[in-house]
Every structure is written in structure tokens, then in C-alpha cells.
């Protein structure tokens, strides 16, 4: 069809699936602008009336279960049937076990069929979210494309896309593909599924671009540090600059993670990874950008107990008497100074904040603001 004679303008609605293909041709290689939004329904999901004492989350997904059991017990009814039938309902993003259960109540085939036809036609949120509730519980290598596809709407769809690839064996190549085209939420779900998964086939990709540093990273940066065996890589001999980065990146969330379930008092190797990181960064060139991550992470030795960083008194004082040696070394002192644009504000305000905490006199010439 010409564009001006195109599905939006001869009325037809586009379809989740569509809309996603789309924006991703668009931007084949990172996130989709906003996540996707809008969405061709306009984002329009059913309200759920205001809680009542009677209600019971246990009850959620009840109606579209049932409205799943009506629909495998008609053989004659579609899937465009269905779409109508769950239209309205409150639709769970997550994995729903009274949604798991109808599905696993049905002929396994006509499930598959049903779900990917919700997945690919789909105009509404409802009816795409429980084609994706259907293909978490039986899909095969075949459906790996479609469920990546639709899980760029990563507000939309992300809980139960990174479910459903997340059950399929050897599915951590597929879960790091979609990792690196979500953001926001949809990238703390695609994350958590991939750390679960335990694919030794992504180490390394999540050795090294895991952790995008967004605040939302706080969420998982903690079990990927655990599932990517990022003291042992750390640790290494010699270390390349994209891991040292990663590194750094990993540390700094767990300065300020703790609220979101990442800190180093839930990381055991904590102390190890610390000095060996510090070890690697003492070896490079010296940067402003890499004399800021040390003195954020000095300052967090400062105010922090040994308990908060997972080890002993002695260890604690050794550490943070190690970052400052390496911040009071002239070559990156004088690297810091060089380095550092007062147009940064961000970096200018790191300076100023935790510089005189420490001692540290590399940035007296920029005084308060």
C-alpha cells in the first residue's frame, strides 16, 4: 500500500506487533524512542476500580482465565473472538498462575496457534499481553523472533516477554538481544530474567554492557554482578578497558543502590572487586572521568562502616587509604584538574561535594558555586 493508503488511513488498526517492527527498523541497534509509546490503542488500559477491603490480589486474572476457558471449550470460536472476549479486562503484565493454568488446561497447539496469532494481530493491549501470557507456557525456537519483537514495547510487554524467553532453554542469547534494545523498566525485567538464566553464553556481554548506570539498574546491577562472576573476571591479571568500565559503572550503583537491593553489604566479594579495580585503574591513563569514580567511591568508604562494605576494620581502612593514595598521585591530580569542565555540572558538583570531604585539594580553583 502507498502511504497514503496505508492500514492507519483506511481505518484498520495497527497492530502491537506492527507498531513495534516499525520503530525498530527505525532504530535497529538501541531502545525504541519513550519505549514504544504510544501504542496504537493509545496506551488505553481498563482502570481498575479503586480498592476496596474486599479485594483480593489473589483474584487477579480470574476474569481473563475464564474468559480463556470459554473460548478453548467453543472449537469454533478464533482468536479474534478471544481478542474481543478479554477486551476490557484487566489483563496482568506479569505472569499470571490463574492465566497459566487455563492455558495449560487447553490443547497444546491450539494455545500456540491462539498466542501468536494475539501476539501478531493484536490492536489492543489486553489482547497481546494474554497471547503473551499463552506463549510463556508453550512456544518453541520458532516463536523466539515474534516474543523479541513484541517485547520492545518494553512498558507494555516487557514482564512476560523476558518470562516467556527466560523458560526457553538456551534462551540467554535471546534475553542480552533484547536487553540491549529496551530501557527504563523493560530493560530491570529483560535484566533480572537474564541473570536468572544463568547462560554462560553471556557472561561476557553482561561482564561488559549489563549495567547501563540508569537509576532503575539498581534493581538488578546486584545479581549481575553474582550471575556474570564479576570478582573473578576482576580480578584477572590484565583486564580490558570495556570490563574495567563496566566495573566502575557496577560499583558506582552499589554506592547508592541500597534502596532499590544493590549495595556492597549484600555483596560479599565486595573487598576483593574494590582493590582489584582499583589495582586496574592505577595501571591506566589517568581521566577526570575515572578521578570522579574513585573519588565516589572513596566517599563511600568514608561514611560507611566495614559492615556496610562487607568486610573487616582492617580491610576497610586499607581500602580507603588505597583510593586516596591514588587520588593524591600527582599524575592524576593533576589529570583531575586538566580534565574537568566547569560547564559539567554534574561532574563540577561531584568535585566540590566530595573533594573536601576527603582532603583532596585537586579542585580548590573551582570553589563554591
Not at 540508569?214 to 546486584?222: H, K
Amino acid at each position: 500500500m502507498s502511504r497514503t493508503t496505508g492500514p492507519e488511513q483506511l481505518g484498520i488498526p495497527t497492530s502491537y506487533f506492527d507498531h513495534a517492527m516499525r520503530l525498530h527498523r527505525a532504530h535497529p541497534d538501541g531502545p525504541l524512542p519513550n519505549e514504544g509509546r504510544p501504542c496504537p490503542d493509545g496506551d488505553e488500559r481498563p482502570r481498575r476500580a479503586s480498592r476496596s477491603k474486599k479485594w483480593d490480589a489473589r483474584r487477579q486474572g480470574m476474569d481473563v482465565a475464564a474468559a480463556l476457558d470459554a473460548y478453548f471449550a467453543d472449537p469454533g470460536a478464533t482468536p479474534a473472538d478471544l481478542a474481543d472476549a478479554v477486551r476490557g479486562l484487566s489483563a496482568p503484565i506479569g505472569h499470571n498462575p490463574h492465566i497459566a493454568a487455563a492455558a495449560l488446561r487447553a490443547e497444546r497447539e491450539r494455545v500456540r496457534r491462539t498466542g501468536r496469532w494475539l501476539v501478531r494481530r493484536g490492536t489492543r493491549h489486553e489482547a497481546v499481553v494474554v497471547g503473551l501470557a499463552l506463549l510463556a507456557e508453550d512456544h518453541d525456537d520458532r516463536d523466539i523472533p515474534l516474543i523479541q519483537t513484541i517485547g520492545l514495547l518494553s512498558h507494555a510487554t516487557g514482564p512476560l516477554a523476558a518470562h516467556a524467553l527466560r523458560r526457553r532453554r538456551g534462551s540467554g542469547a535471546a534475553l542480552a538481544w533484547l536487553a540491549q534494545r529496551v530501557s527504563g523498566w523493560g530493560r530491570v525485567y529483560v535484566m533480572e530474567a537474564l541473570c536468572r538464566s544463568y547462560a554462560p553464553e553471556t557472561r561476557d556481554w553482561m561482564l561488559r554492557h549489563g549495567c547501563d548506570g540508569d537509576y532503575l539498574a539498581g534493581y538488578y546491577t546486584g545479581d549481575l554482578a553474582v550471575a556474570s562472576h564479576l570478582a573473578e573476571a576482576i580480578r584477572a591479571d590484565e583486564v580490558d578497558d570495556e570490563l574495567l568500565a563496566h566495573t566502575t559503572r557496577v560499583l558506582d550503583v552499589m554506592t547508592w543502590g541500597a534502596p532499590l537491593g544493590t549495595s556492597f553489604a549484600h555483596y560479599p566479594p565486595a573487598p576483593a572487586v574494590l582493590d582489584a579495580h582499583l589495582r586496574h585503574l592505577a595501571r591506566r591513563q589517568p581521566t577526570v572521568v575515572r578521578y570522579l569514580a574513585v573519588v565516589r567511591l572513596a566517599a563511600h568508604l568514608h561514611r560507611s562502616t566495614p559492615e556496610r562494605v562487607s568486610c573487616t576494620p582492617e580491610q576497610h581502612r586499607r581500602l580507603l587509604a588505597d583510593h586516596l593514595a591514588l587520588l593524591e598521585r600527582n599524575d592524576w591530580a593533576e589529570a583531575a584538574r586538566a580534565g574537568l569542565d566547569p560547564t559539567d555540572g554534574y561532574h563540577v558538583e561531584v568535585a566540590r561535594t566530595f573533594a573536601p570531604q576527603l582532603g583532596l585539594h585537586a579542585f580548590d580553583g573551582f570553589g563554591p558555586g
